[in-house]
């Protein structure tokens, strides 16, 4: 069944690296792309993704915010935090705020793919730089 | 023949980004990616690309001290800097370093192309902030290189300034002897001289100078702001 992921990023680029590296499998599909959380939850709301990949620092509505309010108006929406922010405080505050997966931008190349693959299937995903097995050690 | 494009940046994901844009254009080709500022330097000499994308915020050695060496060894290299920000201090750092394009990251997809036709063309493209200084540069004689404006930094040698660069990192003189492949001796005498000529008396001074001189970036975790109006990246 194809995956239907909203994507949101402030810059550009980044989404366009973020589609490049979504864009191969074959079962994956990007709906959207949001460039700030209040632009996400317009999305996410309209558009019901199943995933939705989510910047923190942005302009506007930062991605925690954004986080907690798509929990509420979209809850079957899963949302994988991809952030340059490594660290473990960071990490617990978009866990709580309903993320489903957190990957550190720096990483995304290695980790995006098994991220997306995990939350789409209600599953946790987290890795912090350095150290894949920590906290929930990656794919459970 | 294909206008060869090299591009550093720290994160994958922003590579993918700028490979997907730039190879869209027909007649380019990326040639190669880098990681950080030292590993652009070794692959520009060995692969002569025809323009160069740096990014400012690059472990090792920063997008502006790389832009410094690829055009002090060849000054008719051409760089792009992308940036997040479009501070003075980076502007001025930018343009004494020698590069011929300053991209803001958030306005990549939509002047990263155009940035790269004008270098092509042997032009030179920035943003209209960078034109706003350049031209206030002219018209007071302050930032345009005449020489009047006294310096506001400390001269530091380009050896110093990668010193600099690891050692707020948290690297030890041994570990920046390692990376810069010198004499663990060699490596604590550039740290006494750039101390002596900073005036510091500990490492702390040391990283407050790097992050406020661009040297290194810090990543501002986003509780520190109001959480719905957020911050830039």
Not at chain 1, 8 to 30: K, M, Q
Not at chain 2, 54 to 60: A, C, F, I, S, T
Request: proline share 5%; aromatic share 4%.
């Amino acid at each position: 069944m194809t995956v239907r992921i909203l994507v949101v990023d402030d810059h550009p680029v980044v989404r366009h690296g973020l589609r490049t590296l979504l864009g191969g499998h074959p079962e994956w599909e990007i709906v959207d792309e949001a460039a700030d959380g209040l632009e996400a939850i317009d999305k996410a709301d309209r558009l019901k993704p199943d995933v939705v990949v989510l910047d923190i620092t942005m302009p506007n509505m930062s991605g925690l915010e954004a986080c907690r309010r798509i929990r509420k108006s979209v809850p079957a929406s899963e949302i994988l935090v991809v952030t340059q922010h490594d660290s473990p405080h960071m990490m617990r505050e978009a866990l709580e705020a309903g993320a489903r997966g957190y990957v550190v931008k720096s990483n995304a190349a290695r980790d995006l793919l098994a991220a997306v693959e995990a939350v789409s299937e209600h599953r946790p995903f987290t890795a912090l730089n350095g150290q894949p097995n920590s906290t929930h050690g990656g794919k459970q | 023949m294909k206008l060869r494009i090299l591009i550093a940046d720290d994160h994958e994901v922003v590579r993918r980004g700028l490979c997907a844009l730039l190879q869209a254009h027909e007649g380019w080709e990326i040639c190669a990616e880098a990681t950080d500022g030292r590993q652009a330097i070794e692959m520009a000499a060995q692969l002569k690309p025809d323009v160069i994308i740096l990014d400012v915020g690059m472990p090792n050695l920063n997008g502006l001290a790389a832009t410094r060496q690829l055009t002090q060894h060849d000054p008719q290299c051409k760089v792009i800097v992308l940036t997040i920000t479009d501070s003075d201090q980076v502007i001025r750092e930018a343009l004494d370093a020698g590069a011929r394009g300053f991209v803001l990251k958030s306005d990549a997809a939509r002047d990263l192309v155009s940035a790269v036709e004008a270098l092509q063309r042997n032009r030179m493209f920035f943003t209209p902030r960078v034109n706003d200084m350049v031209l206030a540069g002219f018209l007071d004689k302050g930032y345009n290189g005449s020489g009047k404006e006294p310096p506001r930094l400390p001269k530091l040698t380009t050896r110093e300034r990668e010193v600099i660069q690891l050692l707020a990192e948290g690297k030890s003189s041994k570990e920046v002897a390692c990376v810069l492949s010198l004499s663990t001796k060699t490596a604590e005498t550039h740290r006494s001289n750039i101390m002596r000529k900073l005036g510091f008396h500990s490492i702390r001074d040391l990283v407050v100078y790097a992050v406020k001189n661009n040297i290194i970036q810090v990543q501002v975790p986003s509780h520190f702001h109001d959480p719905v109006e957020g911050s830039v990246a």
